[in-house]
């Protein structure tokens, strides 16, 4: 079915969300897993959880942990307030984030038409962009992403032959026309499900699958704060935005 003929999921439609959190977290450093690591004293993960609760669209969450540590994430998951009208399971993850989020969507029961994939190391996004890509999918999209424009200059540059020698730049790319692209992404659940049957190879979204089954992704507006936590820097931001929510919170 082209993307045109396709009918948009009713307005009830169920949503349910797969949280890869299975990843090491290599780039962050030493430690913990990433998900599981302190973000203002609780658990990045349950951030994570809760900006997709929060949500009232959101009625399933599953989370993929690190394959060893399902148990733990369980325990997590039972030790932290979360609201009673969403559902939650936890299933062992993968080597790749491509393999974690597939387990996480063999996992969804029937019933839910609506999936998002969201980050675990996307802790702090706030609820309006969650909602903007659910709406955006019940309106017809089979793909969502939520981005938002650079504000450096990108270069396309030939892969130095010897490492630590300059690399040639090869092209700049138009900067209008690029976006940086966040989580959660949105799906028409069949259409992620395929992709992710029929799609092999390195990839680094869940969207850039659906490119390549010849399906349109289209863009939401993203928000900074649903910035990615990869390297140590981005750790401190994270405090700090943190910070900033509980003092004009009053908590
Ligand atoms: N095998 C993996 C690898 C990654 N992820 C998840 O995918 C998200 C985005 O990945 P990234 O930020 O790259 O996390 P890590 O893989 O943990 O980071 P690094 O590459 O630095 O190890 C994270 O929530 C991470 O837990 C996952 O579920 N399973
Ligand atoms: C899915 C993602 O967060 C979109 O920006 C990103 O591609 C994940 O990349 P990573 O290599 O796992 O950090």
Redesign the pocket.
């Known amino acids: 079915m082209s993307d045109e003929s396709r009918p948009a999921p009713a307005a009830a439609a169920r949503t349910a969300v797969v949280?890869?959190?299975?990843?090491?977290?290599?780039?962050?450093g030493p430690g913990a897993?990433?998900?599981l690591r302190a973000l203002g004293g609780t658990p990045m993960l349950i951030h994570?959880v809760r900006a997709m609760a929060a949500s009232r669209a959101v009625s399933l969450v599953v989370v993929?942990a690190?394959p060893d540590g399902a148990a733990e994430v369980k325990s997590l998951l039972d030790a932290h307030a979360l609201p009673d009208r969403t559902d939650f399971a936890v299933v062992p993850?993968?080597?790749?984030?491509q393999?974690?989020?597939r387990l996480g969507l063999e996992a969804l029961p029937p019933g839910y038409d609506i999936v998002l994939v969201h980050?675990?190391?996307?802790p702090l996004v706030p609820v309006d962009t969650v909602d903007g890509v659910i709406e955006a999918v019940r309106d017809g999209a089979v793909a969502v992403v939520p981005a938002l424009p650079l504000a450096d200059t990108v270069k396309q540059v030939e892969p130095a032959a010897v490492p630590g020698e300059p690399e040639p730049v090869v092209a700049t790319p138009e900067r209008a026309r690029l976006r940086a692209v966040q989580?959660p992404q949105g799906f028409d659940r069949d259409t992620l499900v395929r992709a992710h049957e029929t799609v092999t190879g390195d990839v680094t979204d869940d969207a850039s699958m659906v490119e390549r089954l010849g399906r349109t992704v289209v863009v939401v507006p993203g928000h900074e704060e649903a910035f990615?936590?990869?390297?140590p820097l981005d750790l401190v931001l994270a405090e700090a935005v943190l910070a900033r929510r509980r003092l004009n919170d009053g908590f």
Request: zero cysteines; proline letters at 9%; charged letters at 30%.
């Open positions: 949280i890869p959190a299975a990843g090491r977290g290599v780039r962050l897993p990433k998900a994570a993929v690190p993850g993968g080597e790749t984030r393999e974690s989020v980050d675990a190391a996307r989580t990615k936590v990869t390297r």
